[in-house]
């Protein structure tokens, strides 16, 4: 089938330019070498602290460093990943650092398979190929592979792939589309917890549209749903006989709500409470256990919420902003200007002036766009913004901003009367 090939070729063409690019900057600039300030934090934070101490044979833990013990602060899939490649390539190694760029890069280009599939899905070829190709070049999108050791490049593939196979379970009969639904999600909370508030709303969109047409989901989701329990469950039951509580995939949400709301709190991230930055909280997360200290944060938090409501309200509007502005960094008082700030806000206007239009034209999958974007923020609003946090819907982001673009129709030129 020449069609197929012509676009199995044109994805593979995608996927090597990008993955070139990104290695060569990587070489070209000599990203993998870290500088080894505070102990090599920056070199995968948290998640790289965990990593050490896996490598270390100290197990998932530390997240600060030192003996501080096990720990749920973070999902363990990425983690476990680092302490893998540090086991073999040495902890905070430059060939360590080198390794997980490079796979990251990799997902970052594999992720224009599911934006050209779900772009052609939905909002035809013309839109398929101009948005997969964009990500493929885009420098913003290389940034994050290139500079973070995180799940960053790994959830927005995850979370595309089950976009997906979401709007493509209306046309697959019998179960194995739901399969592949409930593993997908499984890995993806193993990953990234933050993105399971879309699930039910995927779950949802997708049953909805199979029973208008008459195809039958209950096992279907049955299935999915033990296939996601399934994978999820070792997480669980590690958790559990580890701290004695049922602890769901991590246990970190008070102290993210501390780090966006307190005396001093002004819709962005209050740094200087992390334990990493902070001698004292540092201390008394170790003198407490994560688990005791988590509490602490969360009832600090709570405690100033329920005493300013009319702040919290405030503050939480500007999240709102700050999330689709990236205004993240404090300004002492004045307003940044940020060139960046401009593009960032204007590709959020571009994608959800995409995503209006996409729904005045009842264009397919249009509601299932609109519940991501609608569903998946939400809890940076009421926590703390930054631009890492759209990172995982930057994908479908700009599959909406492509079209809205390539709906723009140009000015015809008039032919000019002929003199006799």
């Known amino acids: 089938m020449p069609g197929v090939n012509n676009v199995r070729t044109r994805l593979i063409a995608m996927v090597a330019v990008s993955f070139a690019l990104q290695i060569a900057a990587l070489g070209v600039f000599h990203l993998y070498r870290f500088r080894n300030e505070d102990n090599h934090f920056g070199y995968g934070w948290e998640m790289g602290r965990i990593g050490e101490s896996i490598a270390a044979g100290r197990g998932f833990g530390n997240p600060y460093g030192d003996s501080t013990g096990p720990t749920a602060w973070e999902p363990p899939l990425y983690p476990y990943l680092i302490g893998a490649v540090f086991k073999i390539l040495g902890i905070y190694s430059d060939a360590s650092a080198g390794l997980l760029l490079s796979f990251n890069s990799l997902l970052t280009a594999l992720t224009s398979i599911p934006i050209f599939l779900i772009a052609r899905k939905t909002l035809g070829e013309r839109v398929a190929l101009w948005s997969a190709w964009t990500w493929a070049v885009l420098p913003y999108a290389m940034y994050w592979s290139l500079h973070w050791i995180w799940d960053t490049s790994l959830t927005p593939l995850l979370l595309s792939l089950i976009f997906l196979v979401a709007i493509e379970l209306e046309d697959w009969p019998g179960v194995k589309g739901w399969a592949v639904f409930g593993l997908l999600w499984g890995v993806a909370g193993l990953s990234n917890a933050s993105i399971l508030s879309f699930l039910p709303f995927s779950g949802l969109w997708a049953w909805h549209r199979r029973r208008k047409r008459g195809l039958p989901s209950l096992g279907g989701v049955a299935l999915a749903t033990f296939l996601f329990f399934l994978l999820a469950s070792p997480w669980l039951m590690r958790n559990y006989r580890t701290f004695g509580r049922l602890v769901f995939i991590r246990d970190d949400f008070g102290y993210e709500l501390r780090l966006g709301n307190g005396p001093d709190a ?7 409470l992390q334990p990493n930055l902070n001698l004292l909280e540092f201390e008394t997360y170790s003198r407490l256990g994560e688990q005791a200290y988590e509490a602490r944060c969360r009832r600090l938090a709570f405690t100033w919420i329920a005493e300013h409501p009319g702040r919290f309200f ?7 902003f700050y999330y689709w502005d990236n205004t993240v960094k404090a300004t002492n008082g004045t307003a940044p200007v940020d060139f ?7 590709s959020s206007v571009l994608a959800i002036w995409g995503l209006g239009r996409a729904l005045r034209k009842k264009k397919s999958g249009a509601w299932l766009f609109f519940w991501l974007v609608a569903v998946y923020p939400v809890i940076y609003y009421f926590v703390f913004p930054g631009a890492r946090y759209r990172h995982p819907i930057e994908p479908e982001l700009l599959i909406l901003a492509v079209f809205l673009l390539s709906e723009v129709e140009l000015p015809k030129h008039r032919e000019l009367p002929v003199e006799s």
Do not use: C, P, T
């Open 266 to 272: 002004d819709g962005r991230l209050m740094a200087y």
């Open 314 to 320: 405030v503050i939480s509007a500007k999240r709102f």
């Open 340 to 346: 960046r700030n401009s593009l960032f806000l204007a």
